[in-house]
């Protein structure tokens, strides 16, 4: 399914941890259209996944960076320049984290200290994104950055907790961002907000395998799979969606806009 779409362009794709991840499917997508990139991750998780086989497939580097830390951003993006030769038509944030979730804290009895870091990592990370690129002046006119949002933005998902205040966070980053570096520099800055998918951030949230199935059957297209996202991303890369900014876009076979479905009203019956 290759058509060149990315031909020429350069980026950096983050957040890919092993062959489940989002960023994953990304990075192989990205490549298949013809672009150029480097992967960044956490330092601890380049410990611990398989970022370096997604890295020889992709024949790139990984740069190791911190997403909460300004001064890494920084020399991601000096490094990126360095080894890509020139400045940069994408970015991908396919960052989250939240250590209450992670450690089974109930939302009425949240660690404030951890609240703070989940909103660090998964939000305030993709105002550092943006504002490091801005001054350090890296995107070329046109580029296009994109991060990955889930629809507790806008309702409530209990097992989602804090998580559901950094994406809304996050949304309201990409449209407050997208406004300033639209007029700036032609920079499109939009979130995604994908189906439930079964990757090692998405089944730490309580109770996945059931949010899964009731979205699946839910949503009349059913749950749009990572290899759907990475599609939609690419299309979002290109420049088949130059005018397309400072929006949350819903990548979920329809669950947002649906009531109930007949499969649901079947189950429910007494
Ligand atoms: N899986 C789902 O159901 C789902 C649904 C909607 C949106 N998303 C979002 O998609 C994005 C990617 O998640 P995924 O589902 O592919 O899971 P994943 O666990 O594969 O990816 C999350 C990534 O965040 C990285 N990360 C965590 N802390 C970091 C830090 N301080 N600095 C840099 N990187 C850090 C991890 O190392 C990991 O690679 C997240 O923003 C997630 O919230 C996921």
Redesign the pocket.
């Known amino acids: 399914m290759a058509n060149q779409l990315l031909k020429g362009k350069k980026g950096i794709i983050?957040?890919?941890?092993?062959e489940?991840?989002?960023?994953w499917k990304i990075a192989l997508r990205a490549k298949e259209e013809g672009a150029e990139f480097i992967l960044s991750?956490?330092p601890v998780?380049l410990r611990m996944?398989k970022i370096n086989e997604l890295a020889e497939q992709c024949q790139t580097i990984v740069v190791p960076?911190?997403?909460?830390k300004v001064e890494d951003w920084e020399a991601l993006y000096d490094q990126a320049q360095d080894k890509l030769g020139g400045k940069l038509d994408f970015l991908l944030h396919?960052?989250?984290?939240s250590p209450n979730v992670r450690k089974g804290r109930e939302y009425g009895d949240l660690k404030y200290e951890w609240f703070l870091q989940s909103l660090d990592?998964?939000a305030l990370?993709f105002h550092k994104m943006l504002q490091v690129a801005e001054k350090k002046e890296v995107l070329n006119e046109w580029a296009s950055v994109v991060a990955?949002?889930?629809i507790a933005a806008q309702r409530a998902f209990a097992s989602y907790s804090d998580?559901a205040q950094a994406k809304a966070v996050l949304e309201s980053i990409a449209r407050s961002y997208g406004e300033r570096y639209g007029r700036l520099n032609k920079v499109r800055v939009n979130t995604v907000?994908?189906?439930?998918?079964k990757?090692?951030?998405?089944t730490g949230i309580d109770g996945f395998d059931a949010f899964f199935a009731y979205a699946e059957s839910l949503s009349p297209l059913g749950n749009a799979s990572a290899e759907d996202c990475a599609n939609f991303v690419i299309a979002l890369f290109s420049d088949l969606t130059r005018m397309v900014t400072m929006q949350n876009l819903f990548h979920d076979g329809g669950f947002s806009s649906t009531g109930i479905s007949d499969d649901i009203v079947a189950r429910m019956k007494p």
Not at 65 to 68: H, L, M, P, Q, S
Not at 94 to 97: A, E, K, L
Not at 193 to 197: A, D, G, K, V, W
Request: overall charge negative; charged content about 5%; hydrophobic content about 40%.
């Open positions: 983050t957040g890919a941890l092993d489940n991840s989002i960023a991750n956490a998780a996944g960076a911190d997403a909460t396919s960052i989250g984290m990592i998964s990370s990955l949002s889930y998580m907000s994908q189906s439930p998918t990757t090692t951030a998405g």
